[in-house]
């Protein structure tokens, strides 16, 4: 009976204990980064991405973008730490990269493939380009930062901008993999909008409708491509503060996009790995959040191109119906780059006050991340945006943005774009001035009779705290901003 029993109780052990290991390896493995209602959730706390930084294009190479070199230097390893520490000081969370792995190849000099003879080897993908991306991944996670990548670029694929196309070793002239007609390739290409490197996989339409013959070109490419995937994701698959966009700024059908989505989803799944990811398009509206983002091949929506080209109370209403729209579909609203500086060399980008207004306006709207673009077209991590940056830390100490809502009605005497209002009525507002106005507006606190608010005041111009009052409810308050240019308030009972 005794070794009955006993080789009883064993097996209900052995079978515990498979029971366990079949769960422990067969469950997903829940990713760092995740979603909650509208915003973003880091290590299981709820996080508002905000940042800026003086590069986007590989910025784990160059951290700083300049005028005279358009963004193609090279910096130590202890310059790009640097830089990220200096962002991290401030209470910045979140970096960008766009990868270009032509010009990191051809200009920087960081290699992805191995060389034989005079000739690239896109069969091998190796080389300092990895290494540095490994290095700059690993320190962002080590403080906590959430790396944005963005894997395809069309300005990496043309003979202008940075100069990428002829260098790149996918280039058919410059490597031994395959010749251009083989591959349906150019050696040289002035503009991106019919490059078949963007049009070479299966359901996108340019494809589908191909000879068998051009299938057979854009096959030869897509390996390879698949190829540069593969040895990205065994680099990212590693750490957990990873976003995955598929391109920066795609004029290309959605299908492009979706096609790497579901290829890097696939293995992620495969592997038990979670990991989010969405693509950017190079215009955006709130139809085509309704329309294109309506999919489950998307985990988020990036906005970055509702700003610079719509200043002041056009911005804010464009950003809101997409807020509006993304709501109707379940998604977070992202902003990875924020025009606008007083160096900016177009017209379209709008000033320092613009972009100041840009990220203020987003993040009372809804928005989860809210960026800095890098100079001149945006005040990447300027005095400027370090101050913008550890204002909304300060004003964020008081109220947190996922807890008010918009509520502009709330706001009476309001001229055109001069002050916008978060709230959740009775407990907490943010308030936020802009730059032009009068500076002065009622907060319509007539249904908390008896209650009385602290109002806690930034300077967004320095980064610092202003003075603290008492308003009073049971009626329409003024409120009057302390001085000239931006401020925020906290306002709490």
């Known amino acids: 009976m005794n070794s009955v029993s006993n080789l009883y109780g064993k097996n209900i052990w052995h079978s515990l204990l498979m029971c366990i290991s079949i769960s422990m390896f067969s469950q997903p493995v829940l990713g760092q980064i995740s979603i909650k209602d509208r915003y973003w959730q880091y290590k299981g706390e709820p996080v508002l991405f905000v940042s800026g930084s003086g590069h986007g294009h590989n910025p784990f190479i160059d951290h700083q973008m300049t005028t005279t070199n358009d963004g193609r230097d090279v910096s130590t390893e202890a310059e790009v730490i640097a830089h990220m520490d200096e962002m991290v000081g401030v209470g910045g969370n979140y970096l960008r990269c766009v990868l270009n792995p032509g010009m990191a190849h051809g200009i920087q000099g960081f290699r992805f493939c191995a060389k034989s003879g005079d000739k690239d080897d896109l069969n091998t993908m190796t080389g300092a380009f990895w290494s540095r991306l490994e290095l700059f991944i690993s320190e962002a996670n080590r403080r906590n930062v959430v790396v944005q990548l963005e894997i395809w670029d069309r300005f990496d694929l043309i003979d202008g901008s940075w100069q990428s196309w002829p260098v790149s070793p996918f280039n058919p002239k410059n490597n031994m993999n395959y010749t251009s007609e083989q591959s349906g390739l150019n050696t040289s290409y002035k503009s991106f909008k019919q490059h078949p490197f963007l049009k070479d996989v299966p359901g996108h339409p340019d494809y589908e409708s191909a000879s068998a013959s051009r299938k057979a070109q854009y096959d030869v490419i897509r390996v390879f491509q698949e190829k540069f995937i593969d040895k990205l994701i065994s680099i990212t698959f590693k750490y957990d503060n990873i976003l995955y966009c598929m391109n920066n700024e795609t004029h290309e059908h959605p ?239």
Request: glycine share 10%; hydrophobic share 40%.
């Open 255 to 493: 299908a492009w996009g979706k096609y790497w989505i579901k290829y890097i989803r696939n293995i992620a799944d495969s592997r038990g790995k979670k990991i989010l990811l969405t693509d950017m398009f190079l215009s955006i509206n709130a139809d085509k959040v309704r329309n294109i983002y309506n999919s489950d091949a998307y985990d988020y929506v990036d906005i970055s191109q509702v700003n610079g080209n719509a200043p002041g109370e056009n911005h804010w209403n464009r950003v809101k119906g997409m807020i509006d729209a993304a709501r109707e579909v379940n998604k977070l609203l992202h902003m990875t780059k924020m025009y606008g500086a007083d160096t900016a060399p177009g017209n379209w980008e709008g000033n320092t006050d613009n972009v100041i207004g840009e990220m203020w306006r987003g993040l009372i709207a809804g928005v989860a991340c809210a960026r800095f673009h890098r100079p001149p077209w945006g005040l990447g991590l300027t005095a400027q945006a370090k101050s913008c940056i550890a204002a909304v830390r300060k004003i964020e100490s008081k109220v947190k943005f996922w807890d008010v809502e918009p509520r502009r009605d709330l706001l009476k005497n309001r001229e055109k774009d001069e002050a916008y209002l978060a709230a959740k009525p009775g407990q907490a507002y943010i308030l936020y001035f802009t730059a032009g106005g009068s500076g002065s507006v009622g907060l319509d606190l007539t249904d908390h009779t008896n209650k009385d608010f602290d109002l806690n005041w930034v300077d967004i111009g320095s980064g610092e705290w202003g003075a603290t009052t008492t308003v009073s409810g049971g009626s329409t308050v003024t409120i009057n901003r302390p001085g000239s240019g931006h401020w925020a308030a906290a306002i709490v009972r």
